[in-house]
């Protein structure tokens, strides 16, 4: 496991933006499998998106065209820039690694049991 420490959740109106990012130590943003999931109140934790060992993404289909997962190895940090916010967006966001090299065929998304390592969370509230 490792240690992963998520930022950038806050309170935003309908249709705009925040940007998410998540730190990791030394090579895990590199070489690992990484996603962003999210949990609704009383619900299980969904997979947002993800970026693979290659920088292959993918995404669930209710935020395609909306939210981009990115990566920037020489500061360790993955990112989630969220546009176009929505109410239906307000969740807890996690930002989890898979502590092995893994390639994904680009299809959303690897399950949360094949993850390891999870942050804290971080909220997001879109409000009307």
């Known amino acids: 496991q490792v240690q992963l420490v998520e930022s950038g959740g806050g309170s935003v109106t309908a249709g705009g933006s925040l940007r998410l990012s998540c730190v990791a130590p030394?090579?895990?943003?590199?070489?690992?499998?990484m996603a962003w999931f999210r949990q609704f109140p009383g619900k299980e934790r969904e997979a947002v998106a993800d970026?693979?060992?290659?920088?292959?993404?993918s995404y669930t289909d209710s935020v395609k065209g909306r939210f981009t997962i990115s990566k920037d190895n020489a500061k360790n940090t993955l990112y989630l820039q969220m546009s176009a916010l929505e109410r239906e967006d307000t969740a807890v966001y996690y930002c989890?690694?898979?502590?092995?090299?893994?390639?994904?065929?680009?299809?959303?998304?690897?399950?949360?049991?094949?993850?390891?390592?999870w942050g804290q969370g971080t909220q997001v509230t879109v409000s009307s």
């Open positions: 970026i693979d060992s290659g920088g292959t993404t």
């Open positions: 030394g090579n895990v943003i590199r070489t690992y499998l």
């Open positions: 989890a690694a898979h502590s092995v090299p893994y390639y994904t065929n680009g299809i959303c998304c690897v399950p949360q049991n094949a993850y390891d390592s």
